[in-house]
């Protein structure tokens, strides 16, 4: 059973910073690209960031030049670089396998919960 283990979050002013980590098997890792996703209270969990195996990557429009997405292969774990944050990043964050144009395939973990609030 693939497992994707959440680590990193909390409350955060407007403003702040905040790293996530989230650690899989060396198997999902090394097959594909990686995704953090994120879901808010009442709306649909969406891709905020993609992760290449060889590093290539994309954003969300809206978290352009503020979020870095990472990946270590080494140690099987991607990472979000969350600068000036604001109110509307809040929401549960997940990473998982990234497959273009399709949801993603595996279980979702518990997830890490952001708070952007002053």
């Known amino acids: 059973q693939v497992q994707f283990v959440e680590s990193g979050g909390g409350l955060v002013q407007p403003g702040g910073s905040l790293r996530l980590s989230c650690a899989t098997s060396g198997t999902i890792f090394s097959i594909y690209s990686m995704g953090w996703y994120r879901q808010a209270p009442g709306k649909q969990r969406e891709l905020v960031a993609a992760?290449?195996?060889?590093?290539?990557?994309n954003y969300e429009d809206s978290v352009k030049g503020r979020f870095t997405i990472s990946r270590d292969n080494a140690k099987n774990t991607v990472y979000l670089q969350m600068n000036n944050m604001k109110p509307e990043d809040t929401a549960n964050y997940y990473c998982?396998?990234?497959?273009?144009?399709?949801?993603?395939?595996?279980?979702w973990g518990q997830g890490t919960q952001v708070t952007v609030s002053s």
């Open positions: 992760v290449t195996k060889v590093g290539s990557t």
């Open positions: 998982n396998a990234h497959l273009p144009g399709i949801p993603p395939v595996f279980d």
